[in-house]
């Protein structure tokens, strides 16, 4: 991939972020959000980023930010230095796909692995902040300890991910409580904007993909599939604007959810519409015996916290313009001119 352009916060937070006392690492540099982060951190502490951020990965690289390139080293290997007062952007974590390509038990250790380790940089007392995203996952997991039989329904990778997930959010809350750490827990549903690092995984990207590719929209689905999309410069300013407010909560547990909730095919009509293409997906019939595909946090929580910090989040039509934007961007397609 191109490297990564920087990805602005508001004024505000980013000279919060610049004045904080803080050592920025962020961890799982590659996923999705480790790539938005380090953007919005180089937008953030501009010539003094690579000084002021660690990048952490599975295994030894670097990452191309805005004409730097910042070294990712192996996570399992890393130890803080001394005296330095630590911002952990904690995203590593094996997600659901890798579930198939190991056993459930490596599965396990893998991410138990991951998790010990952070936790030790915890006790250590380096740690002053942390943001640890978890997943709307975790419901399939809640869900199925009260209806077994609906865990039996449902995938067990997801249910597996879920469990996983739950006992990150136990294990974190526990130690940051327990040594006067504040930490954020976004339980992220669906996202968008740029630093997507798969355009095949996930279905905004892929309509907007396909139609940039002149492709025509195909959705299987033969239930209605219905998503909420939160635009990830708006999650990032969230979460990094509640680590800094001194009258937020020390820990923080929401859903990520936006006022809307849109089924899969009006959001391919959406994309078509936003990208000026006049275009209707193809669309197995519905099987009216299933039921729907809902997979949309609780928009309660995230709105109260909108309004404690004065965000704005952008609605869907926005959302799908900032990712069509990024991956047109990286597939060299020209962007036809926004109709909305």
Known sequence: MAALSPLPLSAALSGSLRAAPWHYVVTGANGWIGRAT????RAA?????????TALGSR????????????????????????????????????????????ADEYVARNEAIRHAVLGWIASGAVQGALVPSSGAVYDYLRGLEDPALAAARNPNAVLYGRLKYEDEQAFQAACAAHGVRVVIPRVFNLA????????????????????QDDAITINAR???????YYIGDLLELCLGLLLRAEAPATVCFDTASDETVELDALARRVAAVLGRDTAPQRAPLDPALTPDLYAGNRAAIAKLEQLLGIAPLDLDRQIAATAQYIAQELAIPLPAPTR
Not at 45 to 53: E, H, K, T
Not at 69 to 94: G, K, M, S
């Open 38 to 41: 380090l953007a919005a951190l």
């Open 45 to 53: 502490l501009g010539d003094a980023f690579s000084s002021r951020v």
């Open 60 to 103: 030894p690289g670097s990452i191309a930010v805005d004409g730097v390139t910042l070294p990712i080293e192996p996570l399992l290997d890393w130890t803080p230095p001394p005296n330095q007062r630590l911002l952990v952007c904690h995203y590593a974590f094996l997600t659901m796909d890798k579930v198939q390509g190991m056993s």
């Open 193 to 212: 904007g740029p630093c997507i690092n798969k355009f095949d995984a996930y279905a905004l990207a892929s309509f907007i993909t396909r139609l940039l």
């Open 223 to 229: 239930r209605p599939v219905l998503r909420s999309y």
